[in-house]
């Protein structure tokens, strides 16, 4: 038997349709609460960057220079991991905007946008997971 | 709503990333446990006259990693459960094992949201009270 003839077995009941709306209006949330907390973190450390590093160097290392190295330093950092997170959480927001419209619209292939979508986000989350795994076994080694 | 072969896969694949994030998750909290053990031994042995203070220290340090992997341990095994439920489910075409699944989808998105929040809340309270407190302030031990 193909495996597409069972396809008609499992279905989106109402359950189930109210259940992965839910987990994809949490997700979508989820996505734009650490976008946001992101954002607003890198605009108060820029902002506040004279008063942080006062706090951080002693006045020695602030007449070294030390001061522009930590800025340039902290900005880049911020902006890899800005970079890495808003492509995760646009997967995120996205798999959640797909997921719920397919399912109002009953729209089979919105919806499997959507869990496309939330597919990529797990795989990108997973391979994260993995690289950081290694890392801290490289660091006990 | 049906579900045809393609979010069938998708949904497999989601779930077989969800059970490497886990164990991943699971087997990184282990190696940082490992690490502050084999951290906390030495230190105490290195600091006489000061045992004391280096065991109080360590001991407050090990146990917010301890409470810190608790809470990740309690939010990944929702992440573990909707993956095993949701592999069943589509293997064994189960539809109540479908809505469960999403189910403790939802509960991980809800619990990692509010998370989220409270982290980040306090990360951009913890930088605008280091901007606004002079170093002559700081009190050490």
Same mark, same amino acid.
């Given at each position: ?27 979508? $949330?989820?996505?734009?609460? @650490?976008?946001?907390?992101? #954002? ?5 450390? =820029?902002? !506040?960057?004279?008063? *942080? ?16 190295? $930590?800025?340039?330093?902290? @900005?880049?950092?911020?902006? #890899? ?5 808003? =492509?995760? !959480?646009?997967?995120? *927001? ?33 391979? =994260? ?13 | ?141």
């Amino acid at each position: 038997m193909d495996e597409n003839d069972f396809s008609l077995e499992l279905k989106v009941d109402p359950e189930t349709s109210t259940q992965m709306n839910d987990a994809a209006k949490w997700g979508k $949330l989820f996505g734009i609460v @650490i976008l946001a907390g992101f #954002v607003l973190f890198f605009v108060v450390m =820029i902002a !506040m960057w004279g008063a *942080i590093s006062k706090s951080i160097l002693t006045q020695e290392m602030l007449e070294e220079g030390a001061d522009s190295v $930590l800025k340039y330093s902290a @900005i880049i950092i911020s902006l #890899v991991a800005l970079a890495i997170t808003a =492509i995760l !959480m646009n997967f995120l *927001i996205r798999a959640g905007i797909g997921i719920r419209q397919g399912l109002q619209r009953r729209d089979q292939a919105v919806f499997n946008v959507g869990l496309a979508n939330l597919r990529n986000y797990f795989t990108m989350y997973g391979v =994260i997971c993995i690289l950081q795994l290694l890392f801290a076994l490289t660091r006990l080694a | 709503m049906g579900m045809d072969s393609i979010a069938r896969q998708h949904i497999r694949s989601i779930a077989s990333w969800a059970t490497i994030i886990v164990t991943t998750t699971v087997v990184g909290y282990a190696l940082s446990l490992i690490v502050s053990f084999l951290r906390k031994s030495p230190a105490i042995q290195q600091s006489e006259g000061f045992d004391l203070t280096s065991r109080l220290g360590g001991g407050s340090e090990t146990l917010t990693e301890i409470i810190t992997i608790l809470i990740g341990l309690f939010i990944n095994f929702f992440l573990f459960r909707f993956a095993t439920q949701a592999k069943a489910a589509i293997e064994g075409y189960n539809q109540e094992q479908l809505a469960s699944g999403f189910r403790n989808l939802k509960i991980y998105f809800m619990i990692t949201t509010i998370l989220a929040v409270i982290v980040a809340g306090i990360l951009i309270l913890g930088m605008v009270a280091l901007a606004v407190s002079p170093p002559e302030t700081w009190t050490t031990t």
